[in-house]
């Protein structure tokens, strides 16, 4: 991470969200040697799935109660990874990569905050 404004909302969302999980970001190449088979591994890739933020709730709580609260993501560029349990778009157009990262980080404590009915500005 380079700019100094993604590195500021990162830290933001990391700390809004220990209220809801522990969230870790790896930046190195070899990412995908910490994931765990039981860990739940969503890919971030252009020709991955465009789904709505409810449904990014819904996903992440289905895993919550299934006991497979451990979610990996990775990003599809560069970064080889065994099979992904979800493959995940962010957008159809191209980003920079340390926005689509605030972007990923936003829509997880999004989704925390459905799945806890707790108010979110939209």
Excluded: W
Excluded at 28 to 46: E, F, R, T, V
């Amino acid at each position: 991470i380079q700019k100094k404004f993604t590195k500021e909302a990162i830290k933001e969302f990391e700390k809004r969200l220990t209220k809801y999980c522990k969230i870790e970001l790896r930046t190195d190449k070899n990412a995908d040697k910490g994931i765990k088979d039981k860990d739940y591994l969503i890919k971030i890739s252009k020709r991955g799935k465009l789904i709505s933020s409810e449904r990014l709730a819904e996903q992440i709580e289905t895993l919550r109660n299934s006991g497979r609260s451990c979610i990996a993501v990775v990003f599809d560029e560069g970064y080889p990874v065994k099979e992904a349990d979800l493959i995940l778009s962010i957008s159809n157009m191209d980003i920079d990569r340390e926005l689509m990262l605030m972007i990923l980080y936003e829509q997880i404590y999004r989704s925390y905050r459905i799945i806890n009915n707790a108010p979110y500005h939209k």
